[in-house]
């Protein structure tokens, strides 16, 4: 891949978030060119270090109900050396979607023969396997909570548990399964470039276009998105005590994380997860470093965000899931010990503004799951590979990759 180097970067703390770098050539070569001969503002990563990357790297794919042939084209763009899981929450009735979808990978799989985890965010096994190990953030009554960031945790536990270095999420809503294999790609390229073993590389998607019977509009920002990037930034810039736009990603749904940093950082609920992901890091390393990770405070976190050359065609979504999906992410930021009184007034007039929450209304805190670091990953391990028949669809030496 051929990248410009950041513009930009702003530091915030131990924090380091680039500018938006921009995409020239998806596919560079097959080599690499050594940094001696880059040019001063393009970086060249061929496919060897890409495909060294996405060897230690597991991609998620979250999926609640969503058509079976997209799931399919999804995981199709996937790198074939990169482990799949798909952490599901579909519906078991009226029909069993869950069943549907094993039997669509096992009938995909017979062609392309590769590790791929189906597993069930809501089974009552996995359930127990957290009970078993006291990670009792992630249950609600006797069931894993039915939540977007809950299905994250679970992806990331499975990769930890895989031995995965990197891992990716991406949605299964996408129609386009060249764009799945180019968000891969660019996963690659920002680890490649991060000179810290703590790194996380976010999407910016080129265009979000909505499609309607006789035309399509490219946007530029996805309605939550925009929200979001605007909070965060200000959130910033009240801190810092400068205006910045720094943060294009505020919302991106996809995005990858090196282990290291992921298994040292706080989640959150449902789809505030998004956001939460880029605002746990700010909370941690920013100005008030709090991670006791005497590793992690020296050599700092990088963020990159990468646009794409793809657009993101994807499923449209109703305007009252959009409001969710908006109250949710910015009550994360609201909730957050770094956000200031001026700032959080600012955030309820404009919901009240937009008819989401009426005045003198609350905004209610997703709940926070504490860093999956001292989890006790081998008992909870032994425990899935014990119940692997009910657990997961393909369980084969699960592990062993």
Not at 178 to 184: I, K, P
Not at 325 to 348: A, P, Q, R, T, V
């Amino acid at each position: 891949m051929k990248i410009e180097s950041p513009r930009y970067t702003l530091m915030f703390g131990a924090v380091q978030i680039h500018e938006v770098q921009r995409v020239y050539e998806i596919d560079s070569g097959s080599k690499s060119i050594t940094p001696d001969k880059n040019t001063e503002t393009v970086y060249n990563i061929g496919n060897d270090i890409m495909n060294n990357i996405e060897r230690r790297m597991a991609i998620v794919v979250l999926t609640k109900n969503e058509s079976l042939k997209l799931l399919e084209g999804v995981i199709s763009g996937i790198p074939h050396d990169c482990l799949i899981i798909i952490v599901s929450n579909s519906g078991r009735k009226p029909f069993d979607q869950y069943k549907n979808e094993k039997e669509t990978i096992n009938q995909f799989n017979k062609f392309v023969n590769r590790k791929i985890i189906l597993i069930h965010q809501r089974d009552p096994g996995l359930y127990s396997a957290f009970n078993e190990v006291g990670y009792t953030d992630i249950l609600q009554g006797k069931k894993v909570r039915s939540g977007k960031g809950e299905g994250v945790l679970v992806g990331l536990i499975l990769a930890k548990i895989a031995k995965k270095d990197y891992v990716g999420f991406v949605d299964a809503d996408n129609y386009v399964p060249g764009a799945v294999n180019e968000y891969v790609k660019n996963f690659d390229t920002g680890f490649s470039l991060a000179s810290s073993p703590y790194s996380m590389v976010r999407i910016s998607w080129l265009y979000k276009p909505t499609v309607t019977e006789t035309s399509f509009y490219f946007s530029k920002w996805g309605r939550v998105n925009e929200y979001a990037n605007k909070y965060l930034n200000r959130l910033i810039s009240l801190r810092t005590g400068f205006g910045t736009e720094i943060i294009k990603t505020g919302n991106s749904s996809e995005y990858a994380i090196s282990m290291s940093l992921a298994e040292s950082l706080q989640f959150s609920s449902g789809s505030s997860v998004e956001p939460y992901s880029f605002l746990s890091v700010l909370e941690e390393m920013g100005e008030s470093i709090s991670i006791g990770n005497k590793d992690l405070k020296d050599n700092g976190v990088q963020i990159f965000q990468i646009e794409t050359r793809n657009p993101y065609f994807r499923v449209y979504k109703k305007d009252e899931h959009l409001g969710n999906m908006l109250l949710s992410s910015i009550g994360s930021i609201y909730h957050s010990h770094i956000c200031s009184d001026n700032l959080k007034k600012s955030m309820l007039n404009e919901l009240i503004e937009l008819g989401l929450i009426m005045k003198n209304t609350k905004l209610p805190k997703p709940p926070i799951m504490r860093p999956i670091k001292n989890l006790d990953f081998k008992k909870f391990q032994e425990y899935l590979e014990s119940h692997a028949d009910s657990l997961f669809s393909t369980h084969e030496s699960m592990f062993q990759v």
